[in-house]
């Protein structure tokens, strides 16, 4: 369930880790500081994967999508994200975020944050 720090459940996505006393607990990209609801938050605004990327250096691509799309299939979105994120369709967002990468990265996408939806 989402709490009031987040308004994803991070539970079940081994990229996303909470940390007492780092960031006050929220829900933190494995191993940075970089809040795991702001990447879907700046990927709600509509830019290019790449460019969220380079604001965040530290992310590769590949977590980029993997966080995207585990907020995409987290039900308990708010219905505005979901509604912004849902603008495409699922089907053509998850297409757009796994465009280019290979079968083996897929299957990681879903492995990495623990869903079988590939």
């Given amino acids: 369930m989402a ?3 987040s308004y994803i459940d991070w539970v079940g996505c081994e990229l996303v880790e909470r940390i007492p006393g780092k960031v006050s607990g929220r829900p933190i990209v494995r191993g940075t500081r970089i809040l795991a609801d702001t990447i879907v ?9 790449e460019e969220i990327q380079e604001n965040y250096p530290d ?7 993997q966080l995207i799309l585990f907020a995409l299939f987290d039900h308990n979105l708010p219905h505005k994200l979901r509604a912004s994120l849902d603008m495409l ?3 053509e967002a998850v297409t757009r975020f796994l465009h280019g990468m290979g079968g083996s990265e897929k299957r990681g996408v879903a492995a990495d944050c623990g869903r079988k939806w590939l």
């Fill in 59 to 65: 992310l590769s691509l590949t977590v980029i999508h």
């Fill in 3 to 5: 709490t009031s720090d």
């Fill in 41 to 49: 938050q700046d990927a709600e605004l509509g830019p290019p994967v």
């Fill in 89 to 91: 369709g699922k089907h």
